[in-house]
């Protein structure tokens, strides 16, 4: 027997002298504070970097601009008034809503080709695609920011080379919604194609081989395998893509910086405007604010899934 | 259905299942083909743009997606601009005290979610989710009250304060899932042979999560990396700039950008976490999949 | 080396699950005693409170003279196989072997000397460098024991270890622990649901059943003279048949009365101790081998009654017969030579020297 190990062995008790009860109490309490002391920085982060900031947020949305008064629910009065707001509004929700869509459709369309590849190639051709998403967007942007140029335009040089005219990328109302779109669609498609790559490697095979056995066409796979394994996951990212694009600041902030007239300002770079270039911190933040109500909608039905795994979990 | 109707039936089926496969092919590579022009063609032509003179980009007359006479005067100019160094210098020391921060913090909490039930880690394993969907630009405007509170405005460590809240959210997410993905008796055995929680956490835990590991560290990288509200709203100072902000605010003056220079310094910004991507690929691409897969 | 004592052992899980419901067992040094019962019986919650896995809801666990209730595992010196080996599976074989020794500050050719020791034990020697992933079932078992046996601790603690193995590795494993234990002669105790292993394993078997000790002994005894119904059913291969019969005295002895006007006569000698329950309704318990063909017996105290088999499986060495009666099935051990068909009425000699009357009421064997 090792000498040092059966040191260890904690001195024999008297049988039965302390109820057993409290041993054990004091155990579990000692595992629970070692794993409070572990998670500590992690509430710390939460509580003083996330909860904090957020409460914070509304208590500045009810200030007036220097801080001085309380003016309860003005600001967001003032903004709702506001035409400039309300197209921020109507652009916020047309800028997510088309751009994920595109996004998904087009994740979910690469996806299934590169699914068609024989497993050997699609290495190959899944690191040339994501490399959108990892160059950071500030900076891939300035790149498209340089060809939408109004007099350099390299897009407009290959439209007019197949007879095409040249549009006014950037100068226009419309065009600079849609260049917005583009660059956004690019940079996030990618992400769309990996997330539905992994979900299309975890249906089995063997699902579409009954399929077929049972005579279903590729598009009755598609319907009745593909789509319904895959739901959980495409929600998922739906829902976190929506949150993110929503969100958005480094395109609109590199591409238009807002403009034509403030025609392509959605939340955060209109926030950022009034809130950190106009100095009216109480009204940006207010502005930001207005993202809550989509967040929450999208957090309870992301957390119904997160409460299914822990559930799992445990 | 009777044998003999079906014997016919299979073998037309047969023939046009390949051909079915072929096209189905020939349509995979025709949009991957494509797709693959268009997700290249912006950082090439930004490589193709940094590789000109200013007289080159300024003329008018020729293919823009031709080089007539390349140069690295925008890379030397760069490498040799104090300024631009400056950036590189803070985004390194920025991101990697923000990484080593995070992966701390978000190990020593994963473990313990994991692992140690305890009162409320219910409560906090969802509040780490829930902090997880809080965007950067909604926390930015109070925290720019926080951080100017503090005096960090215009400082590095005002952004190594910010970050976490980009990163430890999804870290922690992430290890939770490896981590309980690891038997429950292997840590029964580490008990038995003798380890206690630390022991446990580092012997036997986080050796075996490694991928895991490596997979939210590059994770935490990038993203440090390319974070751009905070430091756009936090820091207006040249010398205490991360790249992406500095190269986005202070490449471009006056009326006569500096194209090639502007490229040639985005595209020597971005470098890095495409040297990690082409590099750790696999522990990339698991990273970004683990959180919705394992959630 | 160390005895075992549990004392009115009660494990309530968070929810009101009672799984284990107030055990008392005393476990000798050297003792090899296996813990069997169908799933769900409270082994494995049995076994991992005495690892300290689990927290003991009341009672008292006792491990070489010394209370272990709120002794943390690693400091009760015991080890354990898992089911899953549980092996590290980012260290060698020699790396999880040496583990727990290099937790305990061992100095390094204490722990050579250990590691080294145990790999020949076991025959792993060759093995030491590799990972767990390049390893078979068999050999993982044995890194597993292997990293018990280097610790050299007071019990050694086996939950479900041979569960994951493929049949004949199963058996030849079994030999194996037979064969380390009596080289190594550490306090055992064995968590299995095979009573097979139970039986060729243990000194002594410990029958769980719904979180109670059903019985306690070594094998042959629980075998011969089973003390509940549900021990007599478990022990035993294919299991004891039970017959609802009624006792009647006949002409100063007794009769048991089957159904479908079936009589046997009850051995005289065990007429005093069953004469209490002449006229009342009993179970009649005899297990196959004691349910044969009538041409290879020649003992006393063979009843004979016909019947007809409804389904005939030949073994190879022995025949079983499957017999429908009203309230039971029962099964005949015949020799491989007589002749038996579906259908087909035979004589049936039924030894009654082995046979069992349950209590109904109690489920006790009388
Ligand atoms: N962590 C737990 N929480 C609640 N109930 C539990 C827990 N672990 C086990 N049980 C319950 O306790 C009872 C005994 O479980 P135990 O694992 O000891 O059975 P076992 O005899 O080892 O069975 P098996 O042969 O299937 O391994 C079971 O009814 C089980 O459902
Ligand atoms: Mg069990």
């Known amino acids: 027997m090792a000498p040092d190990s059966s040191a260890a062995v904690a001195p024999a008790r008297p049988p039965a002298a302390r109820p057993p009860s409290n041993a054990m109490k004091r155990f579990a309490r000692r595992r629970s504070t070692i794993a409070f002391l572990m998670t500590l920085p992690l509430i710390s982060v939460i509580a003083g970097l996330v909860a904090w900031p957020a409460s914070y947020a509304i208590y500045l949305a009810?200030?007036?601009?220097?801080?001085?008064?309380?003016?309860?629910?003005?600001?967001?009065?003032?903004?709702?008034?506001?035409?400039?707001?309300?197209?921020?509004?109507w652009q916020s929700c047309f800028f997510a809503i088309t751009a994920v869509l595109l996004k998904a459709l087009i994740g979910f369309w690469l996806a299934h080709m590169l699914h068609h590849l024989p497993t050997k190639g699609q290495r190959k051709w899944r690191g040339m695609l994501l490399v959108p998403w990892v160059i950071p967007p500030?900076?891939?942007?300035?790149?498209?920011?340089?060809?939408?140029?109004?007099?350099?335009?390299?897009?407009?040089?290959?439209?007019?080379?197949?007879?095409?005219?040249?549009?006014?990328?950037?100068?226009?109302?419309?065009?600079?919604?849609?260049?917005?779109?583009?660059?956004?669609?690019?940079?996030?498609?990618?992400?769309?194609?990996?997330?539905?790559?992994?979900?299309?490697?975890?249906?089995?095979?063997?699902?579409?081989?009954?399929?077929?056995?049972?005579?279903?066409?590729?598009?009755?796979?598609?319907?009745?395998?593909?789509?319904?394994?895959?739901?959980?996951?495409?929600?998922?990212?739906?829902?976190?893509?929506?949150?993110?694009?929503?969100?958005?600041?480094?395109?609109?902030?590199?591409?238009?910086?807002?403009?034509?007239?403030?025609?392509?300002?959605v939340f955060a770079s209109y926030a950022f405007q009034v809130g950190v270039l106009s100095g009216n911190i109480p009204r940006g933040a207010a502005v930001?604010?207005?993202?809550?109500?989509?967040?929450?909608?999208?957090?309870?039905?992301?957390?119904?899934?997160?409460?299914?795994r822990n559930k799992e979990m445990a | 259905m009777s044998a003999a109707s079906m014997v016919p039936g299979l073998g037309r089926r047969v023939g046009s299942l390949r051909s079915e496969r072929r096209w189905a092919l020939i349509t995979a590579y025709v949009s991957l083909i494509i797709a693959a022009i268009v997700m290249l063609a912006p950082p090439l032509y930004m490589l193709l743009t940094s590789l000109k003179t200013s007289a080159e980009i300024a003329d008018l007359g020729g293919n823009p997606w031709l080089i007539r006479t390349p140069t690295l005067e925008n890379y030397t100019a760069l490498l040799g601009n104090e300024m631009f160094r400056g950036f590189f210098i803070n985004s390194i020391l920025v991101t990697v005290?923000?990484?080593?921060?995070?992966?701390?913090?978000?190990?020593?909490?994963?473990?313990?979610?994991?692992?140690?039930?305890?009162?409320?880690?219910?409560?906090?394993?969802?509040?780490?989710?829930?902090?997880?969907?809080?965007?950067d630009t909604l926390l930015f405007i109070p925290l720019y009250q926080i951080v100017g509170g503090l005096g960090l405005l215009n400082s590095i460590w005002g952004l190594v304060l910010v970050y976490p809240t980009l990163t430890v959210p999804f870290c922690t997410w992430i290890m939770i899932g490896y981590f309980a993905s690891i038997p429950k008796e292997l840590d029964e055995a580490a008990l038995i042979d003798g380890a206690n929680w630390m022991q446990m956490l580092t012997r036997i835990f986080i050796p075996v999560a490694l991928p895991g590991i490596i997979a939210a560290t590059i994770f935490a990288f990038t993203v440090s990396w390319a974070a751009f509200v905070y430091p756009t709203a936090f820091i207006t100072q040249p010398d205490s700039m991360p790249l992406t902000i500095g190269v986005v605010s202070q490449l471009i003056r006056g009326d006569t950008f500096a194209w090639g220079q502007l490229m040639a310094g985005a595209l020597l910004a971005a470098l890095p976490p495409v040297i990690v991507y082409a590099f750790l690929m696999d522990y990339y691409i698991a990273g970004l999949t683990a959180g919705a897969t394992k959630g | 080396m160390a005895q075992v004592t549990l004392r009115k052992i009660i494990k309530e899980y968070e929810g009101g699950v009672q799984a284990v419901k107030g055990i008392d067992l005393d476990i000798a040094d050297h003792e090899f005693v296996v813990l069997v019962g169908p799933s769900g019986c409270g082994k494995s919650t049995t076994l991992r409170m005495i690892a300290g896995l689990e927290e003991i809801t009341s009672g008292e666990i006792d491990i070489g003279g010394a209370v272990v209730n709120d002794v943390p595992p690693r400091d009760r010196d015991i080890a354990m196989v898992f089911q899953n080996y549980a092996l590290y599976p980012h260290m060698s074989v020699y790396e999880n072997m040496a583990f727990g020794l290099m937790l305990r500050k061992f100095p390094k050719e204490?722990?050579?000397?250990?590691?080294?020791?145990?790999?020949?034990?076991?025959?792993?020697?060759?093995?030491?460098?590799?990972?767990?992933?390049?390893?078979?079932?068999?050999?993982?078992?044995?890194?597993?024991?292997?990293?018990?046996?280097?610790?050299d601790p007071k019990v050694f603690l086996f939950d479900e270890p041979l569960s994951n193995l493929d049949a004949k590795l199963r058996v030849q494993m079994r030999t194996e622990i037979k064969k380390v234990h009596q080289t190594v002669r550490t306090t055992t105790v064995y968590v299995t649901h095979d009573q097979v292993e139970a039986m060729t394993l243990a000194d002594r078997v410990v029958v769980m059943n719904h979180g109670v000790i059903e019985q306690v002994g070594p094998p042959q005894e629980l075998y011969h003279h089973p003390r509940t119904r549900f021990v007599a059913g478990f022990i035993g291969s294919p299991a004891m048949n039970f017959i609802p019969a009624t006792v009647e005295a006949?002409?100063?002895?007794?009769?048991?009365?089957?159904?479908?006007?079936?009589?046997?006569?009850?051995?005289?000698?065990?007429?005093?101790?069953?004469?209490?329950?002449?006229?009342?309704?009993?179970?009649?318990?005899i297990r196959p081998e004691h349910l044969t063909d009538t041409q290879h017996v020649s003992k006393a105290d063979i009843a004979i009654f016909n019947a007809a088999p409804e389904v005939v499986e030949p073994m190879g060495m022995e025949t079983l017969a499957h017999i429908r009666m009203e309230?039971?099935?029962?099964?005949?051990?015949?020799?491989?030579?007589?002749?038996a068909a579906p259908g087909v009425p035979m004589p049936l000699a039924a030894d009654m020297g082995n046979m069992h009357l349950i209590d109904d009421a109690t489920g006790l064997v009388i």
Request: hydrophobic share 50%; with cysteine.
């Open chain 3, 110 to 151: 204490e722990i050579r000397r250990r590691v080294e020791n145990a790999a020949k034990i076991l025959d792993i020697g060759m093995l030491l460098d590799r990972k767990p992933k390049a390893l078979s079932g068999g050999q993982r078992q044995r890194v597993a024991m292997g990293r018990a046996i280097v610790r």
């Open chain 1, 138 to 265: 500030a900076l891939s942007t300035l790149g498209w920011w340089w060809m939408f140029d109004p007099s350099y335009s390299s897009i407009n040089y290959l439209l007019n080379a197949i007879g095409g005219p040249s549009i006014p990328w950037l100068g226009s109302p419309w065009w600079a919604r849609i260049s917005v779109i583009i660059v956004n669609v690019w940079y996030g498609a990618p992400f769309f194609m990996i997330m539905y790559l992994a979900a299309l490697k975890s249906v089995p095979e063997q699902l579409y081989e009954a399929a077929a056995i049972d005579g279903a066409s590729g598009w009755q796979g598609l319907r009745h395998i593909t789509l319904p394994m895959m739901q959980n996951i495409i929600s998922i990212t739906v829902l976190f893509s929506l949150i993110v694009t929503f969100a958005n600041y480094d395109i609109v902030r590199v591409l238009t910086n807002g403009g034509p007239r403030d025609l392509t300002q």
């Open chain 1, 62 to 89: 009810t200030l007036n601009r220097r801080m001085t008064a309380f003016i309860g629910l003005e600001n967001f009065d003032i903004l709702l008034d506001n035409e400039t707001f309300r197209a921020v509004i």
């Open chain 1, 288 to 308: 930001s604010l207005f993202m809550f109500p989509l967040l929450a909608f999208i957090a309870y039905f992301v957390l119904k899934g997160v409460n299914q």
């Open chain 3, 250 to 285: 006949r002409s100063g002895g007794l009769v048991l009365r089957l159904p479908q006007g079936i009589e046997l006569a009850v051995p005289a000698a065990r007429v005093a101790k069953y004469q209490a329950y002449a006229g009342k309704q009993v179970t009649f318990g």
């Open chain 3, 327 to 339: 309230g039971a099935e029962i099964c005949a051990r015949l020799d491989p030579t007589v002749p």
């Open chain 2, 97 to 135: 005290m923000v990484v080593i921060v995070t992966m701390v913090i978000s190990v020593l909490a994963a473990f313990a979610l994991a692992r140690m039930k305890f009162w409320g880690s219910q409560v906090l394993a969802t509040g780490v989710f829930l902090t997880y969907l809080v965007p």
